[in-house]
């Protein structure tokens, strides 16, 4: 027995790429290393089929490299589904820079990242994501045009944050329409869970059209800003999953519907914009489904960003960006209406959706 421990330890180190889990036949992994500036950055590109990969740049103080590289490889593989359902014309790419945001990123230091992307010669394209702001893309820009999600005053489409959350507040409305039978969200009980950039957006459409919204959020300061700015509540228990409620919305990092988590979910619906929300798709998802629990699938109804920074690459304008965001709402329904006629998960129904718009692709080249 402890002779199989040791073979199965060396054979992960000798696999750190393709021996990993969430390795998904990835068509390329770039390490970018810069003594001068301290970027370690990982660029993950998933799927090219339908176009060039395009996913925003997360930073993020990973504990390991393991940890940076496992994100980078679930999120890349995300963006290839997201684009594919939303009928955009991408693939699916992602990078992470291993470090904290606040504190260790520099002018220096983007324009390096920004470097490397353009190595790529656009067969990846970036974008802002997690500890990235719209000034961070627009330095990207100095030295490469692989860049999207760039500032208006730039002649990009500005800050994905509001269309993300719209469209997640699209696709949580169709939810409801199907869980409840109208997509009036008036006086529902939502807990949002992470309240950056999207989650703050969120809130603002639920409060506009009447929910009763609850906040839960590491940074406390930030949660007394939103809870002023929006007349909701600051979570103050122990155990958001096990409070009652209609709907959950997950908006920080992903995992959070996990082995843990799932048995104490009170909610009868999870609609939120974090990725990779299922810390294991199948079996979560199955779990979600045997419980009664309506899932929107995250790479759906958080496409908004991406259909966002699309519009810079197709030169389509403001009107379209928000048609193109609001079908998300049809597109959620049918995928939950498609779930129960086929048997499957949800989030398998908008699997096979998307994937069949790339086999396609690929087998018409």
Known sequence: MVTEVVKSNELHKIDP?????????????????D???GLKAIIGIHNTVLGPALGGTRMWKYQSEWDALNDVLRLSRGMTFKSAITGLNLGGGKAVIIGDAKTEKTPELMKKFGEFVHSLSGKYITAEDVGMETSDMDLVRTVTPYVTGISE???????????????????????AKYT??????????????GIGNVGEALVEN???????????????????EIRDKYSVEIYGGSNLYAEKMD??????????????????????????????????????GLMLRDRGIVYAPDFLI???GIINVYAELENYGRKEIIRKTENIYNTTLEILTNAETNGVTTHQAALDIAQSRIDAKKNNQ
Not at 17 to 33: I, K, R
């Open 35 to 37: 003594k001068d500036t």
């Open 247 to 284: 709907i959950y919305a997950p908006c920080a990092l992903g995992a959070t519907i996990n082995d843990t988590t799932i048995n104490q979910i009170q909610a009868k619906i999870i609609a939120g914009a974090a990725n990779n929300q299922l810390a294991d798709e199948k079996k979560h």
């Open 180 to 193: 409840f039978g109208s997509d009036l969200l008036e006086d529902k009980v939502i807990y949002v869970e």
């Open 302 to 304: 958080n496409a908004g």
């Open 206 to 224: 639920l409060t506009n059209e009447g929910a009763k919204v609850y906040i839960a959020d590491i940074n406390q300061k930030r949660l007394e």
């Open 17 to 33: 790429v393709f021996g990993q889990l969430s390795f998904d036949n990835h068509e390329q992994v770039v390490f970018c290393n």
């Open 153 to 175: 005053a730039n002649g990009g489409a500005g800050n994905p944050s509001p269309i993300t959350a719209y469209g997640v507040f699209m696709g949580m409305k169709a939810a």
